[in-house]
RNA sequence: GGGCUAGUAGCUCAGCUGGCUAGAGCACACGACUGAUAAUCGUGAGGUCGGAGGUUCAAGUCCUCCCUGGCCCA
């Protein structure tokens, strides 16, 4: 007779090969008919304890990146693993949807056209195509197996978000936080506009050159005592000359030593490292180094500007190289942006005397109305007259364009509006708020406390159409602004019907209260700002639109989590709108992750070739890979993405999902409830397994616990290789095999594999999101329609053995000795597989009574057909590893048993079963 | 240039407050099995712990400098 049907061997529908990316779309449709998400969204909203988990909203524009999926799926796992913990985890995922990017786009698609429309028309385009974004975004996260309120979910052009933002702003106004001021930005004079940082174009150009000598009018510092009585003259170098008009201030480098040089009769100041090639350009061969001193002396002190009967201050900057110039810096504060940050320190006026069309303002002095085109020879020319010009020459250097009309562009200061970080204390109190939340990891801290602490007033003002639009109006007559609270609450409330659209609709008359007069002036008139809000403030309000706002949520929040870069970004914006609202930061604690970068560590770019798609992996390998990528790696730091990183992980999903499915099919026909075994029935091995279990459940609980997630993958992988594939799984086979189906052993072994399987795939459900749902669908016994609706195992500690864990640690460290010695015999062609074998042992004392102790099970647990443990083995081999242990291979006494493939001397003693061991004739007479 | 941060086998990670010949899994090589079979088991070969100094009886682990990356600023 054919033994193998008398076997129980595994038997399962449950496929080795997942064949992910089409399994999963089907199991997401399955999800979608169990309406899973939505029973997701309120589980244990009784439970009295909740997890709040803020989405930052990605950018409604493209399609999804690595970073993007690293992000949601790292935040996804979280909500899975703290909603199987029992909390109340609702996630609404949210998109950024005003800004700059979907306004290029929509004008690049728009064209001449643009011209003809209004901004409302232009702001309708803008909101479609983010709308388009969203859509297409939202299925690609949700094709990850990301759970969410992905019905409901939050915009930041959502009429509620947009009246929620202009109130936020109004808040800041009453609070005194905002002022207005002025900045420089990029503006072309030819299309009457500013220009965001990506509509700048860099091209050659060609500009005079002039050094230009501002003499020196305070006393001279006691260091250069022995100058007294001469006039020492700073030279400056630029290629604007028109912002000599402009200039307030000489900068120096406060780490770099400067000289006077004496030449032509002259004293010239200048930094010491650039003398040569100074005097160089200026063609003076016979100077001398009158004196050396440090820039710092002369920190704050006046030299003459050479047209105005002004001064021009001294002042001291970082951003003074020897790359090229004088070491004296021409400073404009209004004309250029290290001028401005530097101007900003000394107090000195963000001056710009020049107008929206690129021409002098009419009130500055000899250059008054004079177009810029003509400024640079005009200015030449009388610093030429008054002799303060050293040298022009033209220079060839890259200079800024306009990306739509190709024509140079100007550095100007216009007026702005700020969030200031001292009105209010706003930089104190979010300073003191850093320091009360957690921060993930710790450095975290760090970043964003040098950040706040070294940072300029918030400039919130952007000169576009698509955005929230500074609800501040002006007076017509004397230009006074309203932007006290009142009357920008009074406006952000229409926005709560109609969204701020209304603000570019309709006139300033409708849109204020009736019977508005300027304060000021008593003018019932008034004109709309122009400005948008950066959308760093949309997001920063998310807090109060979406957290305060949705009855199930609350602020401060839980947790953000983020990509590093947030801490200038959505996690400082936060926080300042926050504090400066309500004295007090939007969140308890806040994770970061690193960057997703190539098998390189380069940055992933089109230009390099080296970009891996979401998508491409979903293809390929399906998003349970991508999703174990994100928990297999420690995401702290950067991580890094290449093909081989797949191809392994392809392997350890392998590895896991046989290891479920080989329980699974030796858990075909079980019933939990009627052939499970008491725990004290549990034979000694399968407790040892489950002992294993509690150890693995426990460090995975806290690993989860601690957001880290790698932890849990390797902790899973290697439980499933080393613990049960290569040894409990190996040592099982035989008992499962052919024991009868009603007896203790078969019973206690299925019992064990039982709450293994369950609890391991309840513990990989929030990573392997699919596999484990797929699992769960073929496990026995009565069980909630999803892994999760299910929670995490419950604690297994009862089951620790710590004694028990300490004798098998001893067994296999034989059984490794045993296992070499087969390897052995196995070359030399005496074995093939190890049931063809007898060992022989003699054992050191250190493990001599446990061995005998365990003389009956050493068999089965090494997987042998006979072990002898003997006082003197003569011509036995050394073990490796382990003193006093020496090994003997033989040939197993007895046949081969047919059915247990065990070799045995009872083989033939049974005349019914002529062919098989008496082990195995008593199992059939058993059925 | 500044703030923060990282560099342990081909890949992903362990190595706590310094202490045995630096570990694991996977990949690789070789072998076994054919009752987990495009699976499973076994054995083996892989690392001057980014580099150079220093402290110490002893350093991957502490200190200094340097190199190579990353993010954010300038």
Known sequence: MDYKDTLNLPQTDFPMRANLPNREPQILQHWEEIGLNDKLESANKESGKSFILHDGPPYANGHLHMGHALNKTLKDIIIKSKRMQGFFTPYVPGWDCHGLPIELMVDKKLGKKKREMSKADVRRECREYAKEWVQIQSEEFQRLGIFGNWKDPYLTMSTHYEAQTARELAKLAERGSLFKGK??????????????????????HSSPSIFVKFPYVDALPAELSQLEGKTLNFVIWTTTPWTIP?????????????????????????????????????????????ATFEAAIFEKKNCKHPLYERNSKIILGDHVTLEAGTGCVHTAPGHGQDDYIVGLKYGLEIFNPVDDYGRYRDDLEIFGGMKLKDANPAVCEKLEEVGALLKQSEISHSYPHCWRCKKPIIFRATEQWFVGMEQNDLRKKALAEIDKVEWIPSWGRDRIYNMVEGRPDWCISRQRSWGVPITVAYCEKCGEDLCDGETMHYIADQFEETGSDVWFEKDASELLPPGTTCPKCGHDKFTKETDILDVWFDSGVSHAAVCEYRDYLHSPVDLYLEGSDQHRGWFHSSLLESVGSRDRAPYKAVLTHGFVLDKDGRPMSKSLGNVIKPEEIIKKYGAEILRMWVAATDYRDDIRLGNETLQRLSDAYRRIRNTARYLLGNLAGFDPATDMVADSELLELDRWALSKLSGLVKKVEQAYEKYEFHVIYHAVHNFCSIDLSAFYLDILKDRLYTSPKSSVEYRSARTSMYLLLDAITRMIAPVLTFTADEIWQGMPGEREDSVHLAGFPETMEQRYDAELEARYGQIQKVRAEVSKV???????????????????????????????????QLPSLFIVSQVELVDELADGADAEQLAGLKLKVQPADGEKCERCWNFATSVGENSEHPSICNRCAAALSAE
């Open 246 to 290: 402009a200039n307030l201030g000489i900068c120096l480098n406060p780490e770099l030593p400067y000289v006077v040089v004496e030449a032509s009769g002259e004293l010239l100041v200048l930094a010491e490292g650039l003398v040569e090639s100074v005097m160089k350009t200026l063609g003076v061969e016979d100077f001398s180094i009158a």
């Open 183 to 204: 900045k420089p930005i990029h503006w072309c004079s030819s299309c009457v506009t500013a220009l965001a940082e990506a509509e700048v174009e860099y091209a050659d």
């Open 822 to 856: 087969l390897e052995k015999a196995r070359a030399e062609k005496q074995i093939g597989q190890s049931l063809e074998a007898k060992v022989s042992l003699q054992v050191p004392e250190s493990v001599k009574t446990l061995l005998e102790e365990y003389s009956e």
